[in-house]
C-alpha cells in the first residue's frame, strides 16, 4: 500500500506520474522530453508545482487528454479549493470507461477485489475512495457487488470530499434501501 505522501495531491499530479511509471520513464527523461528540470517534474508530480498551461497542454497530448479537459483540469489547480465547488468542472475522470471496465470483470468470488484494483489503477480516483479500497479488511468485510462498486464511483466524483468512513457509510445506507423488483 503506497503510504499517503506518495499519493499524488491533485488530479493532474496522479496523471503525469502514472503517465511516467506506465511508460517506464523517469522524471530526467520527462524533464529532456519536455525542456524542464528533473527536479521540476518531481513538484509537478508532488503537485507542489504547477506547470505552465503550453507545458501542461503539450504533456496532456501526449496523455491522449483532450485539449478541453486538459484546460479545465489546470484552470481547476489555479483555483482555490474553496471555489472549485462553483467551478462544475469534473475531476477529469471518465466515469463511463471506469465502469466498464470493472463492468467487463466477469463475476467470481474475488471479483470485488480484481474492481478495487482496477480503481485503485485510476489516476483521477480520489485518494479517499482509494484509501478505503485499500484497507483491505474493510473491503473484505464488505465485498461490494458490481453495482455498490458502481455507485462508490459515481458517488466519489459528484461528491469530492467523501472520507474513508462516509464511503463505509454510503455502503451500508445503499444496503439498507432495497427497491423493490418489479412485478412482472
Partial sequence: ?????????????????????????????LA????????AIFKFEKGFV??????????????????????LMWI??????RLNAHLK?????????????ISALA????????RGALIMDNPDVSPSLKRFISDSKMWDIFKPCLDEIIFLVEIDQQM????VNQFRDVLIVGRSIRVPEADE
Avoid at 506547470?51 to 485539449?67: E, G, N, T, V
Avoid at 468542472?89 to 471496465?101: E, R, Y
Wanted: aromatic share 6%; glycine share 6%.
Fill in 1 to 29: 500500500m503506497a503510504r499517503y505522501s506518495e499519493i499524488p495531491k491533485s488530479p493532474l499530479a496522479a496523471r503525469l506520474m502514472s503517465f511516467r511509471k506506465k511508460n517506464h520513464l523517469t522524471q530526467a527523461d
Fill in 32 to 39: 529532456v522530453r519536455y525542456g524542464v528540470s528533473g527536479p
Fill in 50 to 71: 504547477l506547470p505552465s498551461l503550453r507545458l501542461w497542454q503539450k504533456m496532456a497530448a501526449d496523455m491522449d487528454i483532450p485539449d478541453k479537459e486538459a484546460v
Fill in 76 to 81: 481547476k489547480e489555479k483555483v482555490p479549493a
Fill in 89 to 101: 468542472i469534473g475531476c477529469g475522470l471518465d466515469t463511463g470507461a471506469l465502469i466498464d471496465q
Fill in 107 to 114: 463475476d467470481s468470488a474475488d471479483a470485488y477485489q480484481k
Fill in 160 to 163: 469530492h470530499r467523501l472520507n
